[in-house]
């Protein structure tokens, strides 16, 4: 029996291994080709009444930009820095804008009075008052009990929450905020 060169037998594994790569790709390959794809399910058309939808109402983005602005408006006006965040009735964040030399807490005490305003469908003024009879509302997560946060209404049910933070008082920022409820009206 006559032994190899290394070589030799370095360039017969490697061409091996190449063929069998080769191989192990044609067949994946292969199967890919002739595997019956079942095809995507036709749109079903149910609930041709809306039984099962839910109507809501809310603010489009630019009704939610005009707000924040009336607000971030009236407030610059006044020489105060704030942020003004503006929330869906579901009180998801639609519209937040940090006013220049608005310190880093406002964006989010802003955002958690505008939830807490929607939430109970009242400016927060007035749900800072109702913590000295329950005052485990302030463990509620996401809420701020402290004014500065004013409810949207369409017919009475609140659709969107309009809150600013960073003023030197509640009352002021509750000022700016309703500020941006008045400008929807416009």
Same mark, same amino acid.
């Given at each position: 029996?006559?032994?190899?060169?290394?070589?030799?037998?370095?360039?017969? %594994?490697?061409? *091996?291994?190449?063929?069998?790569?080769?191989?192990?790709?044609? @067949? !994946? $390959?292969?199967? +890919?080709? /002739?595997?019956?794809?079942?095809?995507?399910?036709?749109?079903?058309?149910?609930?041709?009444?809306?039984?099962?939808?839910?109507?809501?109402?809310?603010?489009?983005?630019?009704?939610?930009?005009?707000?924040?602005?009336?607000?971030?408006?009236?407030?610059?006006?006044?020489?105060?820095?704030?942020?003004?965040?503006?929330?869906?009735?579901?009180?998801?964040?639609?519209?937040?804008?940090?006013?220049?030399?608005? %310190?880093?807490? *406002?964006?989010?005490?802003?955002?958690?009075?505008?939830?807490? @305003? !929607? $939430?109970?469908? +009242?400016? /927060?003024?007035?749900?800072?008052?109702?913590?000295?009879?329950?005052?485990?509302?302030?463990?509620?997560?996401?809420?701020?009990?402290?004014?500065?946060?004013?409810?949207?209404?369409?017919?009475?049910?609140?659709?969107?929450?309009?809150?600013?933070?960073?003023?030197?008082?509640?009352?002021?920022?509750?000022?700016?905020?309703?500020?941006?409820?008045?400008?929807?009206?416009?």
């Amino acid at each position: 029996m006559k032994k190899t060169s290394v070589r030799t037998r370095m360039l017969t %594994g490697t061409a *091996a291994v190449t063929a069998l790569a080769a191989a192990g790709v044609g @067949a !994946v $390959s292969a199967s +890919a080709e /002739t595997t019956d794809t079942p095809a995507a399910p036709a749109a079903v058309k149910v609930d041709t009444q809306n039984k099962n939808l839910a109507q809501s109402t809310g603010l489009n983005i630019d009704a939610a930009t005009r707000a924040a602005q009336a607000a971030l408006d009236a407030a610059n006006k006044a020489g105060q820095h704030v942020s003004v965040a503006v929330v869906d009735r579901d009180g998801v964040t639609r519209v937040l804008l940090k006013g220049d030399g608005a %310190g880093p807490q *406002a964006t989010e005490s802003a955002e958690r009075k505008a939830f807490t @305003a !929607v $939430s109970w469908n +009242a400016p /927060t003024s007035e749900l800072a008052k109702r913590l000295a009879q329950a005052p485990n509302l302030k463990d509620i997560p996401g809420t701020l009990f402290l004014a500065g946060g004013a409810p949207v209404q369409s017919k009475g049910a609140p659709v969107a929450g309009i809150g600013v933070a960073g003023a030197p008082s509640g009352d002021l920022d509750e000022q700016f905020a309703q500020a941006g409820v008045a400008a929807l009206g416009k």
